[in-house]
Structure formats: C-alpha cells, structure tokens
C-alpha cells in the first residue's frame, strides 16, 4: 500500500480513479492488503470529489444531466440501459425512474443509489 498518496491535483484523482476501477472486476476480501488499499483509496477519492467536484442537488435528473454534461456518459448510452423513449421522458421528468432504471443506472454508471432514488418533481403537463 506504499503507493496510496494523498489526492491533490486533477492527475492524482485520474490516477486514483484507474486504481479503484481495477478492484471492481474482482473485489478483494476486506482486511486483506488489496482489501485496505482498495478502501484506503475509495476515502481518497470520496473526499476528494467532495471538495473538489460540484454535485447537483438530490434531484436525480439533475443528476443524470450531471453525468451527461460532465462525466462523460450520452443520453444513447442512457437509452441502451432504459429505453430510448424512456431515457428521453425521464430527462425530461415526464416520466418517473423506476426502482429497476435506478439500480442499472446505479450499476453501470457507478452512481450512488441514493443520489437517483430521492424524490423529485416531474414536468407539469398543460391543461
């Protein structure tokens, strides 16, 4: 573990980002020494991202826009995990995320559950 070091500059969170990706192919057993780094490095990058990264809001579309915007990820790839017309709606909060989207999203994207469950307000329609 002589290799985990604090988190300073853009490189060190990109560096520490690759390392973490590395354990979620095959998680190491906890106590063990990948184990604590992988843990070690998770805190790092956690406060990290807390002090450094500007997260929307509990909305989950906001969120979702987030990830879009600044994370890399497109509305085609969101599509292909929930639908196309459904990616469009929720987007758009015509439609609501279901329990099944935000647990794919979650997975796939390695968002947390919790930031894409909170409730949120959908578009009111015209009457």
Not at 84 to 95: D, F, G, H, W
């Amino acid at each position: 573990m002589m290799d985990v070091r604090p988190l300073r500059t853009e490189q060190d969170y990109e560096w520490a980002l690759r390392e973490v990706a590395r354990y979620f192919e095959s998680q190491p057993a906890p106590g063990s020494e990948d184990g604590d780094r992988f843990e070690v490095l998770a805190t790092l990058l956690k406060d990290y991202e807390a002090t450094h990264i500007p997260m929307p809001g509990a909305d989950p579309v906001d969120v979702l826009h987030f990830a879009i915007e600044s994370m890399g990820k497109t509305q085609a790839e969101l599509s292909k995990l929930i639908g196309r017309n459904r990616a469009s709606e929720i987007l758009n909060r015509v439609r609501p995320l279901t329990l099944d989207m935000i647990r794919t999203i979650s997975a796939e994207w390695k968002i947390p559950f919790e930031a894409l469950a909170a409730p949120y307000d959908l578009a009111r329609e015209s009457a």
